[in-house]
């Protein structure tokens, strides 16, 4: 590989190190406010899921990746691993202290 070629992929890779930490601090945020949701929940003694909002989020992240042009079903995945991941929290906050 020339330097030429080289140094334009160190460019790239900056700027995908940057945005896949980007990423990860939102999402550690996301998750800040989730795991409030949680606790909120068990206080109120709701459910941990809530498959309307799920369904309604899904729906709204779709229709926002297509219109950015990214594959649809590639955000739903993406989001569905989110909210599995969300929902376990939930279970888990509900579940401590009990047993």
Known sequence: MNEEH???LIEYRESIDNIDASLVFMLAERFKITQKVGFYKKE???PPADPN???????RLRELAQSANL????SEK???FIIDEVI???EQIRDA???
């Open 6 to 8: 080289r140094k334009k």
């Open 44 to 46: 109120h003694n709701l």
């Open 53 to 59: 909002r799920e369904q309604e989020q899904i729906k």
């Open 71 to 74: 594959d649809p079903e590639f």
């Open 78 to 80: 993406f989001l569905q």
């Open 88 to 90: 376990r929290h939930h």
């Open 97 to 99: 202290g009990e047993a």
